[in-house]
């Protein structure tokens, strides 16, 4: 059985059209053939078992993301909204999802790394079209908080607290005087638009140098970070590899930092800035300052899906940005 046929326009559908919106920008910047592809058909065989396309759903996920809405809400969404119908691919007429088909859809791109796909297609794509330069890797990390009540920390020389917490994946994690029980984000991003190469999700107890190594994707020129990323066994990784070191020094209290490591700091802070604007526009806009659901599995699956939705409004913003009259 194929899956269900949406998107047939009526004469309706036609009067209904509008001006030109930013969904509708951001629909065009990938071919969606492949990630039709490799996303597959849903229906399984037998009379009516029919389902919704596979793209229709990622594409109401993505809505979801961008909008910073629940599933009830993203069901409810999508039924009023013209612009939402017609970024998913509906008609007027066409039933849409509502909120366990859209919460399935979610889990079958947690499975196999399906999510993960997708999002080396997005960025594949983007490295066709030159938005991705790889002058310059830029690293960094950031908390999420769980969306579980956070247990009594534990104290020095425990490993968990007496008190469990709903989400058994979320753990304390401190960076600075900042502490976080829940799980933290890893991005690399590339320097010359934002754009997200490559994302790890962990839990909060993970230093952000642990996982730093795969961020950083091999065919970059230099990569940046802070002095959190700093080993020697790294600098010498990224100098066997042709990669130029911009990671932050960092002082110890034998070798204070020389006049000329300062301002190589100063330097490479300036560039590496430009790493934050991902976490802030999961944080502020996506709403992801504290994560919806309570396992790791499912919390990573949301927020890759963040990081392609990202990716796609970010490129939609560079290819249709509005230059000034001069």
């Not at 961008?66 to 007027?92: H, I, K, T, V, Y």
């Not at 930092?257 to 300036?270: A, D, E, M, V, Y």
Request: proline share 5%.
């Amino acid at each position: 059985m194929v899956d269900r046929v949406v998107g047939q326009l009526s004469l309706a559908d036609a009067l209904a059209l509008s001006d030109t919106t930013q969904l509708d920008q951001i629909a065009t910047v990938i071919d969606w053939m492949p990630i039709r592809a490799l996303l597959g058909q849903r229906s399984g065989p037998g009379k009516g078992n029919t389902s919704y396309p596979a793209e229709t759903l990622l594409r109401c996920l993505f809505l979801g993301v961008w909008n910073n809405l629940s599933d009830p809400a993203l069901e409810m969404q999508l039924r009023d909204r013209l612009s939402f119908r017609r970024f998913a691919g509906f008609s007027l007429s066409d039933r849409t999802p509502d909120h366990s088909t859209l919460w399935r859809f979610r889990e079958e791109l947690k499975r196999d790394g399906l999510i993960d796909r997708v999002f080396d297609e997005i960025t594949r794509q983007f490295e066709q079209k030159g938005l991705i330069l790889k002058q310059g890797t830029l690293i960094d990390a950031s908390f999420m908080q769980a969306a579980a009540r956070p247990p009594a920390k534990p104290k020095k020389g425990e490993e968990t607290s007496a008190r469990p917490s709903a989400d058994p994946d979320a753990r304390w994690g401190r960076k600075g005087k900042k502490t976080v029980f829940g799980y933290k984000v890893h991005n690399g991003v590339d320097d010359a638009h934002t754009l997200i190469r490559r994302m790890h999700f962990t839990d909060a107890s993970i230093t952000d140098t642990e996982p730093a190594d795969m961020l950083i994707c091999g065919d970059e020129e230099a990569a940046y970070g802070d002095q959190a990323y700093y080993t020697h066994a790294r600098h010498a990784r990224l100098k066997q590899a042709g990669i130029k070191d911009r990671l932050m020094h960092r002082p110890n209290k034998h070798h204070p930092l020389t006049p000329r490591q300062k301002q190589r700091n100063r330097l490479i802070s300036k560039v590496r800035a430009a790493v934050e604007r991902p976490f802030a526009v999961f944080k502020q806009h996506y709403g992801m300052r504290r994560l919806r659901f309570f396992n790791l599995a499912t919390n990573r699956t949301q927020c890759v899906l963040a990081g392609c939705g990202y990716n796609l409004q970010r490129a939609a913003a560079v290819l249709f940005a509005v230059r000034k009259p001069a």
